[in-house]
């Protein structure tokens, strides 16, 4: 079973980390995911605490948790 996108209809990145404000993912992993395996895709989602931190607060959108 493929791993839903955490994509949020956010869209907007950060200037500094490079980050999507809303999947917390990089444009790279946006364009890629499709072709990700679901282990790349696990290791992505599980890294999303990490870059949260990462992201000014005033620039975090929330993260619908899975």
Do not use: Y
């Not at 995911?33 to 282990?39: C, E, H, I, P, V």
């Amino acid at each position: 079973m493929a791993i839903k996108s955490p994509c949020i209809d956010v869209c907007s990145f950060d200037g500094k980390t490079g980050l999507c404000i809303g999947c917390l993912r990089t444009r790279e992993e946006i364009r890629d995911w499709k072709k990700m395996t679901d282990f790349q895709r696990h290791q992505v989602l599980n890294d999303r605490n990490r870059r949260k931190s990462k992201l000014p607060r005033e620039a975090r959108a929330p993260v619908a948790d899975d």
